[in-house]
């Protein structure tokens, strides 16, 4: 029963944050179709698998354990610190920081720096999405 009113809450919440602006849409549909090139059983993304990517800790750069949330706090509605600059880096939520998500120039940078940063590989277009979804709800 938990798992299905979560489930349903951020379905909700992907639902409403989907407001995103016509660039960051087609970004989204763009890593939709390499989804589906990749995986044929692909259906869409999920932000509960993105929570899994976000908190997973993994031996990343310079061998240090991280995780998204190293950086990014577990709530991303607050300030993070970057571990390796020591820099305060404003909200992940487009919730708590209106600027999220809105370019996507900034947006595959950041995917593709922070996948590098933890995973030491750059993240799959599902991957990417699912991570998507999963800001999207915070």
């Given amino acids: 029963m938990k798992k299905t009113v979560l489930t349903l809450c951020l379905v909700a919440g992907v639902a409403n944050a989907m407001m995103l602006n016509p660039d960051m849409k087609n970004y989204?549909?763009?890593l939709k179709v390499q989804a589906s090139k990749d995986d044929a059983s692909f259906k869409d993304f999920d932000?509960?698998?993105g929570e899994k990517i976000y908190f997973t800790k993994n031996a990343g750069k310079d061998a240090q354990i991280l995780s998204?949330?190293?950086c990014h706090n577990a709530d991303l509605s607050t300030n993070g610190t970057n571990v390796f600059t020591n820099k305060t880096l404003d909200p992940l939520s487009p919730k708590a920081n209106a600027s999220r998500l809105t370019n996507v120039k900034d947006v595959k940078k950041w995917l593709k720096r922070n996948f590098k940063d933890v995973f030491l590989r750059e993240g799959t277009a599902k991957e990417k999405g699912d991570v998507l979804y999963y800001i999207m709800t915070k």
């Fill in 28 to 30: 989204i549909n763009e």
């Fill in 47 to 49: 932000a509960l698998r």
């Fill in 68 to 70: 998204c949330q190293s």
